[in-house]
C-alpha cells in the first residue's frame, strides 16, 4: 500500500551515522507532550467505537477484537518517529494513557499499567536500532511490539481463565493491528504533519524539506 523506502517518505529515512544528540530538548517535551495530550483524546473517543466493532467481530471469532485495539498503541510509535529521543514511546504512551484515565474509562486507572507495558514493547524496538534508523519497516516492527505487549499483557489481566486458542488469537490479532494501525497509522501521521511545516524543528520535518526538490523533479 505504501511503499517502503521512498524517497518521498519522511519517517521512512535513516539518520545519519553520525552523532546526534539523545538528550531531550525543551522542544522535544513539549511537542511530545502536546501530541500525546491529543492522542489521549483519540484514546477516549474510540472506546465508543471500539464496543460495536469488538463485539461484532468476537462473535465470529472470539479474540479477534484485539484487531481494534491498534488505536491505544498510536501514541508510542507517532511521537518516537518524530522526537526519536530515548523514552519518547513510553512517555507518549504513559500520558496518553493518563489522560484517558483522567477522562474516566471502563478499565480505570489499569489504563496506565497498559500504557506502560505498550510502551515498552515499541521502545525495546527502536532502542535495538539504537534510536537511529527510522525506516518503515521499524516502525511496523516497533508497532507489532506494541501489539504484542498488549496482547500478551491483556491475556494475563482481562483473560486469564480463557481457553488457549482465544488466547492466540488474540495476540496474534493484536500484532497485526499494532503493525498496521500503530505501526502504519504513526508513520502515515508523521509525514502528514511534516508535510505541514510543524516539524521544521526535528529531523523528519528537516528530511521532508530536503527531499520536497527531489520529488517535484
Known sequence: MVPVGTSS????TTVSTGRRPLRWRVVDI???SVLAVAVGVVFKLWEFGYEPLAAGTALLLPGT???FGGVWLLAGPLVAII???PGAALFAELVAASVEALFGTQWGWSTLEAGLVQGLGAEIVLALFLYRVWRLPVVLLAGAAAGLAMGLNDIVISYPGLDPAFKLVYVVC???????IAGLGSWLLARALARTGVL???AAGREHARRRPTSAA
Open 30 to 32: 513539549v511537542v511530545a
Open 9 to 12: 517518505a519522511v519517517p521512512s
Open 174 to 180: 493484536g500484532v497485526v493491528s499494532g503493525a498496521v
Open 83 to 85: 522526537v526519536r529521543k
Open 200 to 202: 521544521s524543528s526535528f
Open 65 to 67: 477484537q484485539a484487531l
